[in-house]
């Protein structure tokens, strides 16, 4: 069974920035894309970004420019570098391949 598991989220001041982790698991982690996919409060679920084995990336805009999606295929890890975070950042971050997902992140950011 593949397992996600994210870690690295928390409170976090208006500007600042977090970096998240999601340790993969029992899958070839090297040759495929990895998601990672956001849910604020009271809302649907919203996509990131995404990366490939060879380190292609796709970006939302609402975070491209602020956010930086990198994997480390020795580790079976992908990391999410948030920066410049905003309020309307604060959600729930999972980590995504194909139909399985980690418990998720809260990012809570807040002055």
């Known amino acids: 069974q593949v397992q996600l598991v994210e870690s690295g989220g928390g409170p976090v001041q208006p500007g600042g920035s977090l970096r998240l982790s999601c340790a993969a698991s029992?899958?070839?982690?090297?040759?495929?894309?990895m998601n990672w996919v956001r849910q604020a409060p009271g809302k649907g679920l919203e996509w990131v970004s995404r990366i490939n084995g060879l380190g292609s990336t796709n970006y939302a805009d609402s975070v491209k420019g602020r956010f930086t999606i990198s994997r480390d295929n020795a580790k079976n890890t992908v990391y999410l570098q948030m920066n410049s975070l905003k309020p309307e950042d604060t959600a729930v971050y999972y980590c995504n391949y194909r139909g399985f997902w980690g418990q998720g992140t809260q990012v809570t950011v807040s002055s």
């Open positions: 029992r899958f070839t982690f090297n040759s495929n894309w």
